[in-house]
């Protein structure tokens, strides 16, 4: 999955930000969608599948575009409230290791995830747990950006396809 910003608009009133958002998948599936964040929300203006999502798919959509398009608009949420064992808000730490590391996205970072999960197999401890502390993310997203770098080709695929 990759955002990146198309154009902004600037008033007195403030400024709207259109970002573009495309997920390619490894069947050769791709999504391609414009967000539009203004004010501190996030819409998606428009949708454009190969092939064509059905509903249940357009709905699902959400969750996948919502925390890397909020992280691209800025708008930091925590849907759970602050972690009590997280950064403090004057961003002072409460507990050793808990505050998110930056992680690079794309390619990279997929690059990066591959190569934290190879070195935990090799080493012989859980590598989704290595991947979780790599990147300070829990364990759904560990494990979605571990679905993206093998659907990059850095990881082979877990079962074989007929």
């Known amino acids: 999955m ?3 910003p198309a154009w902004e608009v600037r008033d007195e009133a403030g400024a709207t930000a259109w970002f573009g958002v495309r997920l390619e998948f490894g069947d050769g ?11 501190g929300c996030v819409s998606i203006e428009d949708v454009r599948a190969e092939p064509a999502l059905s509903l249940d798919d357009l709905a699902a959509l959400a969750d996948w575009l919502e925390d890397p ?41 997929q690059w990066l995830v591959a190569q934290k999960y190879r070195a935990a197999q090799e080493q012989g401890v859980d590598p989704v747990l290595a991947v979780m502390s790599a990147t300070g993310q829990d ?3 560990s494990l979605r ?6 659907d990059a080709g850095f990881l082979t695929r877990r079962r074989a396809r007929p």
């Open 2 to 4: 990759s955002v990146w």
């Open 29 to 39: 599936a791709r999504v391609d969608a414009l967000a539009v964040a203004s004010e």
């Open 69 to 109: 398009l909020f992280e691209a608009c800025g708008i930091g949420v925590e849907p759970d409230g602050p972690d009590p064992g997280g950064p403090e808000p004057d961003g002072a730490d409460a507990g050793p290791g808990r505050a998110r590391q930056a992680w690079p996205r794309g390619v990279e970072g």
């Open 139 to 141: 364990r759904r997203k």
């Open 145 to 150: 950006l571990i679905g993206q770098a093998r």
